[in-house]
């Protein structure tokens, strides 16, 4: 069974950057799906960002385009979620997922098709 545990996160002002990483066992990178979501108060969880490492596309949302960059350390099993140019509105427990078995392209954003979840890391930007 696939595990995974986030780090990094917490308090940064508006306009600042942090890092967050997902450290994964249990399942082989090869073919496997990565994605980080999001859930804000009172909001539904959404997608942020997501890599395939099939054919190592990356893929993001809208909303963070040009802001967020994911990337993975295949030697360590780790996918990373750099974030900067935070905003107040990027406030959210974030949350990374794994679909070993690899994912279609429209589907790399959408949380039903991930198998497993790590418990998932508060970020806070202060305005």
């Known amino acids: 069974e696939a595990q995974l545990v986030e780090s990094g996160g917490g308090l940064v002002q508006a306009g600042g950057s942090t890092r967050l990483s997902c450290a994964a066992s249990g399942f082989s990178f090869e073919n496997a799906a990565i994605g980080w979501f999001r859930q804000a108060p009172g909001k539904e969880r959404e997608g942020v960002s997501a890599?395939?490492?099939?054919?190592?596309?990356?893929y993001y949302a809208d909303s963070v385009k040009g802001r967020f960059t994911i990337s993975s350390e295949y030697a360590k099993n780790t996918v990373s979620l750099q974030m900067n140019s935070l905003k107040p509105e990027d406030t959210a427990v974030y949350y990374c997922?794994?679909?070993?078995?690899?994912?279609?392209?429209?589907?790399?954003?959408?949380?039903?098709?991930?198998?497993?979840w790590g418990q998932g890391i508060q970020v806070t930007v202060s305005s």
């Open positions: 890599i395939n490492f099939a054919d190592g596309r990356t």
């Open positions: 997922a794994v679909d070993p078995k690899g994912l279609l392209p429209s589907w790399m954003l959408e949380e039903t098709f991930y198998d497993d």
